[in-house]
């Protein structure tokens, strides 16, 4: 097995994410432009393809919420992680030499600034007795199209976390399963359904895409909400949800431009096992 790169650097700073956040505002008009192809993989995980650069974010191991889908990953230049749990940062067996991300800080890698900033993956009120690591969400611009994967995060989101991910996203995907800790031993990890929506009306990017929620992949130990927890409580009449087809979407700068708001739902159908 080839050697990866695990690159790690100090915890990034208010300062440093803004001052990182304003350089890419500044240089966007000069950043390479063109469609993006992004993958959905399951729980977490994406793949983003374009502008020269390949990403995967959030490889897994098959257990749990994830029991049904296939963990087989496409090659890719960049790896980010949210953490190192099975669900959102395994990295055995992955294709080719990519560099792995998985701390918080500022990594400029292939002409791409990956912003990683830490947050809780449950407030304290929540945690009632668990524990885990940090929450790595990460920013970064690519193809003119800037993005927030927020990972496992069920810190509620606010001004300060709003600054440092850069502002409102073009591409959001957020957690949106999540439950209370409770008798059943069920960790409180994600945004609960609430919360997403308390996230989004401070985010307000032009494309969500609801992650980390159960699906048919999910065995009996998998203790998130459905999707349908988090759409029920959307109000249609504020922001369009689109129920896709395909665990796929192509973008582009010139298209999200002119785009409101909308939720796609993509659908897991092509990426569970035989």
Same mark, same amino acid.
């Given at each position: 097995?080839?050697? @990866?790169?695990?690159? /790690? +650097?100090?915890? !990034?700073?208010?300062f440093?994410?803004?001052?990182?956040?304003?350089?890419?505002?500044?240089n966007?008009?000069?950043?390479q432009?063109?469609?993006?192809d992004i993958?959905?993989?399951g729980?977490?995980?994406?793949?983003?393809?374009?502008a020269? &650069?390949?990403?995967l974010?959030?490889?897994?191991?098959?257990?749990?919420?994830?029991?049904?889908y296939?963990?087989?990953?496409p090659?890719a230049?960049?790896?980010?992680?949210?953490?190192q749990?099975f669900?959102?940062?395994?990295?055995?067996?992955l %294709?080719?030499? %990519?560099?792995?991300l998985?701390?918080?800080? /500022?990594? %400029?890698?292939?002409? !791409?600034?990956?912003?990683g900033?830490s =947050?809780?993956?449950?407030? !304290?009120?929540?945690?009632r007795g668990?524990?885990?690591?940090?929450?790595i969400?990460?920013?970064?611009r690519?193809?003119?199209i800037?993005?927030?994967?927020?990972?496992g995060?069920?810190?509620?989101?606010?001004? #300060?976390?709003? !600054?440092? +991910?850069?502002?409102?996203?073009?591409?959001?995907?957020i957690p949106?399963?999540? +439950?209370?800790?409770?008798?059943?031993?069920?960790?409180p990890?994600?945004? +609960?359904?609430?919360q997403?929506?308390?996230a989004l009306e401070?985010l307000?990017?032009?494309?969500?895409?609801?992650?980390?929620?159960?699906? &048919?992949?999910? #065995?009996?130990t998998?203790?998130? /909400?459905?999707?349908?927890?988090? =759409?029920?409580?959307?109000? @249609?009449?504020?922001?369009?949800?689109?129920?896709?087809a395909?665990?796929?979407?192509?973008?582009?700068?010139?298209?999200?431009?002119q785009?409101?708001?909308e939720?796609?739902?993509?659908?897991?159908?092509?990426l569970? @096992?035989?």
């Amino acid at each position: 097995m080839k050697r @990866r790169q695990f690159i /790690q +650097t100090a915890g !990034i700073s208010a300062f440093g994410a803004i001052a990182g956040f304003s350089l890419l505002q500044k240089n966007a008009v000069q950043a390479q432009t063109g469609n993006l192809d992004i993958e959905w993989l399951g729980h977490t995980c994406f793949s983003v393809s374009g502008a020269g &650069t390949k990403v995967l974010i959030n490889p897994f191991r098959a257990l749990s919420c994830t029991a049904g889908y296939r963990d087989t990953f496409p090659q890719a230049d960049i790896v980010l992680l949210s953490s190192q749990l099975f669900d959102e940062g395994y990295t055995d067996g992955l %294709p080719g030499d %990519p560099r792995i991300l998985f701390q918080a800080g /500022q990594y %400029p890698v292939n002409n !791409i600034t990956f912003d990683g900033i830490s =947050l809780a993956h449950a407030n !304290i009120e929540r945690y009632r007795g668990w524990r885990f690591p940090p929450n790595i969400a990460w920013s970064w611009r690519q193809g003119g199209i800037s993005f927030l994967h927020l990972g496992g995060a069920g810190e509620e989101v606010d001004i #300060d976390d709003f !600054i440092l +991910t850069g502002g409102s996203p073009d591409i959001l995907m957020i957690p949106v399963g999540g +439950t209370d800790a409770d008798p059943q031993n069920i960790p409180p990890k994600g945004y +609960t359904p609430a919360q997403s929506l308390q996230a989004l009306e401070l985010l307000r990017p032009k494309i969500v895409i609801p992650t980390h929620y159960k699906t &048919t992949a999910g #065995d009996d130990t998998c203790g998130l /909400q459905s999707i349908e927890s988090f =759409l029920n409580l959307v109000d @249609r009449n504020e922001i369009k949800v689109t129920t896709v087809a395909s665990n796929r979407l192509q973008v582009n700068r010139a298209a999200l431009s002119q785009a409101n708001s909308e939720i796609k739902v993509l659908s897991d159908r092509p990426l569970l @096992r035989a």
